[in-house]
């Protein structure tokens, strides 16, 4: 009886010690996420903003910004979003119309080298490979209503604002807070 006791004790303490190693993991991995998404905006943002991934909430924030670690699924590509880009993206997201009639800020400090876009079409089918495939560095992109958007370019390689996603309802102005000509 005892030999049982003490096996149903180590095994019970194992399975314990396995569960708080996996719940560790876990916590580590999420840390790395949540790190991942408060690198798109300045900590003044980012600090009180809630994360998610996915489809999970990592940490409720109290701020209004929302981050996180993808723009698109898997592209490492961190954003931080204020409400209005957080009604746009979900809009998009399920092809539905969007109207900006008020101004929407959104983050995105450590670019989208390597996760680019189609500056024309957000649902491209191969965005990499579209004629006017672009990826941009640290950047910051404003979403105003649609007619507040003329006389600004939509060629990226200009080295200033321009305008992506114009002839949708997803149309923004992507602002780079790095000189893209000088990189060149």
């Known amino acids: ?29 999420d840390q790395k996420r949540i790190k991942q998404a408060r690198s798109a905006a300045p900590p003044s943002v980012s600090a009180d903003a809630t994360i998610v991934d996915g489809d999970k909430v990592l940490v409720e924030g109290n701020n209004g910004w929302t981050c996180m670690p993808d723009t698109f699924p898997g592209d490492n590509a961190p954003i931080c979003v204020d409400a209005v880009w957080m009604e746009m993206m979900q809009a998009m997201g399920k092809k539905e119309d969007f109207t900006a009639n008020k101004v929407g800020i959104s983050y995105m400090l450590q670019g989208d080298q390597g996760s680019g876009v189609s500056n024309s079409n957000p649902h491209h089918h191969d965005h990499k490979n579209a004629d006017d495939y672009v990826e941009t560095g640290p950047h910051l992109m404003i979403i105003v209503p649609k007619e507040m958007l003329s006389g600004i370019t939509d060629d990226p390689s200009e080295g200033g604002p321009y305008v992506m996603w114009g002839d949708t309802p997803y149309a923004h102005i992507m602002i780079p807070v790095e000189d893209l000509k000088a990189s060149k």
Do not use: D, F, P, V
């Open 1 to 29: 009886m005892k030999i049982r006791s003490r096996m149903y004790k180590a095994l019970t303490l194992t399975c314990c010690s396995t569960l708080l190693i996996l719940s560790h993991a876990a916590t580590a991995s």
